[in-house]
Nanobody, 124 residues
Framework: VQLQASGGGLVETGGSLRLSCAGSGFSLDGYSIGWFRQAPGKEREGVSCISSGDEGIYYAESVKGRFTVSRDNAKNTVNLQMNSLKPEDTALYYC??????????????????WGQGTLVTVSS
């Protein structure tokens, strides 16, 4: 099952973007969802993960305090609000369904299906 990430774009340092993750034909409610990113020349990494019941939320240290993950069940989306963006946040961002275990294991190797990402570019 592939999810579609959207909302990327070009923003200046210190700016904000809101990414959305949508499923097609099924409800995201009840699934643990992760946000991941891959910068040019670097490995894909976990950014934020949210458990199916929203009781567990993980943020990578590099984004803690700046990014916020949330669900909008009315729109069937999982969103990533990104504030105080830095040039090092530049990457292709993906969302994906992840296994339902501790969100501390917010890593791409646990994801089995990837959709197209959305590009975030932060200019200095």
């Amino acid at each position: 099952v592939q999810l579609q990430a959207s909302g990327g774009g070009l923003v200046e340092t210190g700016g904000s973007l809101r990414l959305s993750c949508a499923g097609s034909g099924f409800s995201l409610d009840g699934y643990s969802i992760g946000w991941f990113r891959q910068a040019p020349g670097k490995e894909r990494e976990g950014v934020s993960c949210i458990s199916s019941g929203d009781e567990g939320i993980y943020y990578a240290e590099s984004v803690k305090g700046r990014f916020t993950v949330s669900r909008d069940n009315a729109k069937n989306t999982v969103n990533l609000q990104m504030n105080s963006l830095k040039p090092e946040d530049t990457a292709l961002y993906y969302c994906a369904i992840r296994p339902e275990f501790s969100v501390s294991y917010c890593a791409p190797q646990y994801v089995t299906s990837w959709g197209q990402g959305t590009l975030v570019t932060v200019s200095s």
